[in-house]
Each structure stands twice: as structure tokens, then as C-alpha cells.
């Protein structure tokens, strides 16, 4: 069992940074794969990141490649995801979760652990 936990999240300009964490509980931290998913109003959820069990492997949505970077410290139990240049279409609530495999995956469905998510406002 994996529980996570968002922080980070907060309203700011376009063009601001944020960096989000997820805490995650357990001794089985380093063992898999992880990714920030998010929601925005009216839409469906949508992969942003996913990082490998190690960290050696990174995979971004398009809209947000070469803005933010999502990395861990498996020491620490937490992944993070840095986000630069934010634009008002990145207003989401932002979850992040743990897959059932060690390398990277952009379908939520291998995603079996989520976060409680946390809210990102950006404004224009």
C-alpha cells in the first residue's frame, strides 16, 4: 500500500513558477514508476509526467515539454514537478501517482496509487 500527498499548489501569474511536491508513504518508494496527471474544470483527466522507478527516465505531455520537469529523490520518499513559464490553460488540479510498474507509462489505468491532488490557478 502507497499512500501520496500533493503540496505546492497555489494561484499565480502567467509566466510564474511552482514547484510541486508528493510525499509518498512506504518503504517500496523507489520501486515505481510515477506521474503527474491533471483536471481541469469541464475536461477529463490528462497525463502531464512520468519519471522511472529510478529517475534515469522522463516522459512529458507535449503542452508542458521544455516548462516543467519532474524528478525524485527516492532518499526522501518524494517526487517533485518544477514548473516554469505557467499559462492560464495549466489551471488544473494536478495529482500525482504511483504505477504498478518500474518504467515509465502514460496510461493512468497502470496508475493504481493517486493523491488527494492539489490546485494550480494561473492567472492571465
Known amino acids: 500500500q502507497v499512500q501520496l500527498v500533493e503540496s505546492g499548489g497555489g494561484l499565480v501569474q502567467a509566466g510564474d513558477s511552482l514547484r510541486l511536491s508528493c510525499a509518498a508513504s512506504?518503504?517500496?518508494?523507489?520501486?515505481?514508476?510515477m506521474g503527474w496527471f491533471r483536471q481541469a474544470p469541464g475536461k477529463e483527466r490528462e497525463f502531464v509526467a512520468t519519471?522511472?522507478?529510478?529517475?534515469?527516465?522522463?516522459y512529458y505531455a507535449d503542452s508542458v515539454k521544455g516548462r516543467f520537469t519532474i524528478y525524485r529523490d527516492n532518499a526522501k520518499n518524494t517526487m517533485y514537478l518544477q514548473m516554469n513559464s505557467l499559462k492560464p490553460e495549466d489551471t488544473a488540479v494536478y495529482y500525482c501517482?504511483?504505477?504498478?510498474?518500474?518504467?515509465?507509462?502514460?496510461?493512468?489505468?497502470?496508475?493504481?496509487?493517486w493523491g488527494q491532488g492539489t490546485q494550480v490557478t494561473v492567472s492571465s
Open positions: 501517482a504511483a504505477a504498478s510498474r518500474s518504467s515509465i507509462v502514460t496510461w493512468e489505468g497502470t496508475y493504481h496509487y
Open positions: 512506504g518503504r517500496t518508494f523507489s520501486s515505481y514508476a
Open positions: 519519471i522511472s522507478a529510478s529517475g534515469g527516465r522522463t
